[in-house]
T-cell receptor, first 108, second 118 residues
Framework: QKEVEQDPGPLSVPEGAIVSLNCTYS??????FMWYRQYSRKGPELLMY????GNKEDGRFTAQVDKSSKYISLFIRDSQPSDSATYLC????????FGQGTELSVKP | GAVVSQHPSRVICKSGTSVKIECRSL??????MFWYRQFPKKSLMLMAT?????????EQGVEKDKFLINHASLTLSTLTVTSAHPEDSSFYIC??????????????FGPGTRLLVL
């Protein structure tokens, strides 16, 4: 079993839709949770950072952590074509452990 | 967020030559830098962790004599792919970590270097 599981997609949605991206993990030692966005042929860009259970909102993005279920989510509201990218969840325990990444396509 | 640069952005070399990739943290001091490799449509694979002034720690299966890492200052780490072969062709990405604005455990990534070995 991988430490972090993430559905690779691809996920295709129409512009304006609400997108839900999810990861599950098995290691209770993970304390810090991140979401990165990676455009094709670019380095990952940090989107959201959380360290406790609950929700954190930043503009159209909401990160949700449920430590009891070992489950994290990223919600994107009013999705735009510019949101088309690969989204990677990552968890920190000294080093970052990444999910496989979900490829998202937002169609105009 | 913090800015990390990488140079070159892409490089093409002949088999058997060595290639050096530089990673710089531009607006903060990075005590720890990381080197990743990424294959198309795959996640990032951590190759090694480097701490300023000490030897790098390599992940299992990564040849330390082939992928030489030097972290000589708090803003610069280099990865040298020695005697490169076509199977070393990949996207190499560095990151820098540190306690920035309380975001402990996070890393900021460079734009990546695409290496093609002919």
């Amino acid at each position: 079993q991988k430490e972090v599981e993430q559905d690779p997609g691809p996920l295709s949605v129409p512009e304006g839709a609400i997108v839900s991206l999810n990861c599950t993990y098995s290691n209770s030692a993970f304390q810090y949770f991140m979401w990165y966005r990676q455009y094709s042929r670019k380095g990952p860009e940090l989107l959201m950072y959380t360290y406790s259970s609950g929700n954190k909102e930043d503009g159209r993005f909401t990160a949700q952590v449920d430590k009891s279920s070992k489950y994290i989510s990223l919600f994107i509201r009013d999705s735009q074509p510019s949101d088309s990218a690969t989204y990677l969840c990552a968890m920190s325990v000294g080093k970052l452990i990444f999910g496989q990444g979900t490829e998202l396509s937002v169609k105009p | 967020g913090a800015v990390v640069s990488q140079h070159p952005s892409r490089v093409i070399c002949k088999s058997g030559t060595s290639v050096k990739i530089e990673c710089r943290s531009l607006d903060f001091q990075a005590t720890t830098m990381f080197w990743y490799r990424q294959f198309p449509k795959k996640s990032l694979m951590l190759m090694a962790t480097s701490n300023e002034g000490s030897k790098a720690t390599y992940e299992q299966g990564v040849e330390k004599d082939k992928f030489l890492i030097n972290h000589a200052s708090l803003t610069l780490s280099t990865l040298t792919v020695t005697s490169a072969h076509p199977e070393d062709s990949s996207f190499y990405i560095c990151s820098a970590g540190g306690s920035l604005a309380g975001e402990y455990g996070t890393q900021y990534f460079g734009p990546g270097t695409r290496l093609l070995v002919l």
